[in-house]
């Protein structure tokens, strides 16, 4: 055992975590209340590094590949950006540093988990997955051109093979984040954007029957949605869990509509004399 390479490795990751820390406290202080969250957040971290070690030292073509923009849609859907940004930036170090202290490695995995945080936040569709692992196919090749130009390394075989293993790293970091955002949301709590769309869907058996018991307070609740989720796009808040929340908050009318016809009528009333 080399006891100072130990100890750098210790200081380093320390460095890492302490520093990461210290900005989730910054931008999101409620997180320490959260222990779901953190414990999200530390499965992530945990998992990528520890397949990391398993796979990157010693396989230079797999490295390329390795899918580490999938810690960063996953913290990015389920915590936040914020979140996902700290965390790539972590893992990307550690995954240079475990591929021979690689700088190519180090910024391939930057670069492919802050596009993909870009990518994924706030996405409303499944096919937001796939367009998410073609954009960091991309970012990914033009990081390793850039740097085989800075190296003047252009030996086309070795540029094929890379640039395989480069959109490979996309594709998978697409696959792996949609296959498992649901259930990590499912354990830890979280409520994901798939969700809030089903919810939202005029078919949801509460919504269908809040029109076709209440349809005056189902239209209204609609009118309240629209405008609700222009107010959340304005202010920086989440406009589709707000316009769900809308969609929903004059659900209990359902349980004595004649009751809620009665004010429906008396509000149409008061609006024609007004």
């Not at 196919?137 to 094929?160: C, H, I």
Request: hydrophobic content about 55%; some cysteine.
């Amino acid at each position: 055992i080399s006891w100072e390479g130990l100890c750098g490795q210790i200081v380093l990751v320390v460095a890492l975590v302490g520093s990461y820390a210290a900005l989730l406290y910054r931008f999101q202080p409620d997180l320490a209340l959260r222990t779901r969250r953190l414990l999200l957040i530390g499965l992530v971290l945990v998992v990528f590094t520890a397949a990391a070690k398993l796979l990157v030292p010693g396989r230079v073509g797999f490295a390329y590949a390795f899918p580490l923009a999938t810690a960063a849609m996953l913290l990015s859907l389920l915590v936040g950006p914020h979140v996902a940004v700290g965390g790539t930036i972590v893992l990307a170090v550690l995954v240079g540093l475990l591929g021979g202290s690689s700088l190519e490695l180090t910024v391939l995995g930057i670069v492919g988990g802050l596009v993909a945080t870009l990518r994924i936040w706030r996405a409303q569709r499944s096919s937001a997955f796939l367009f998410t692992g073609f954009v960091v196919s991309v970012a990914n090749l033009v990081v390793m051109l850039a740097f085989r130009l800075v190296a003047r390394d252009l030996v086309l075989s070795a540029l094929l093979k890379d640039g395989v293993a480069c959109a490979i790293n996309g594709l998978l970091s697409a696959a792996l984040s949609f296959a498992t955002f649901g259930f990590l949301g499912t354990v830890f709590g979280q409520v994901t954007v798939l969700q809030l769309m089903e919810l939202s869907n005029p078919n949801h058996p509460l919504l269908r029957r809040l029109m076709q018991e209440a349809p005056g307070t189902y239209y209204h609740s609609i009118i309240v949605g629209n405008l609700a989720e222009r107010a959340a796009e304005l202010v920086g808040a989440d406009p589709l869990l707000v316009r769900v929340g809308a969609y929903f908050h004059d659900v209990g009318k359902v349980i004595k509509p004649e009751v809620a016809r009665l004010f429906e009528a008396a509000w149409r009333a008061a609006g024609s004399h007004l």
